[in-house]
């Protein structure tokens, strides 16, 4: 699911968007709920890394953008210490009220998924 599905939906609840988390959760007006999240495999770390903005500018007014961006290990983005191979991935969401960035990292030997899921919770 593409992340800008989230686009129009107005947001009654965030859960988990703070530093270290490995899942947030959107709780919608609408009944609907929707996650990002990584699948634990083996040998890797996929975490927020940190929350740019204030999130509870996002509750309680349509949100007007949300769209995924990511730099991997090729990027201008300076790598985390000790890694092997990481990938950075943005979730840029704006309201009226404001603007927040979801940084989250994945980190690993190279051999396993960094990335992020979005899906809705049926």
């Not at 709920?33 to 996929?46: I, P």
Request: hydrophobic share 30%; glycine share 10%; with cysteine.
């Amino acid at each position: 699911m593409d992340f800008s599905a989230l686009t129009g939906e107005t947001l009654k609840a965030i859960h988990g968007a703070t530093f270290g988390s490995d899942e947030i959760t959107f709780e919608t007006t609408s009944g609907r709920t929707f996650r990002l999240f990584h699948s634990q495999d083996c040998c890797e770390s996929v975490s927020v890394n940190e929350v740019i903005g204030n999130v509870e500018d996002l509750i309680g007014s349509p949100l007007t953008m949300a769209e995924e961006t990511g730099s991997d290990d090729q990027g201008d983005i300076q790598p985390p210490e000790y890694s092997e191979s990481f990938t950075w991935t943005f979730y840029k969401l704006a309201t009226v009220k404001g603007y927040v960035t979801l940084r989250w990292l994945g980190e690993s030997n190279g051999y396993y998924s960094e990335s992020v899921d979005f899906c809705e919770v049926v």
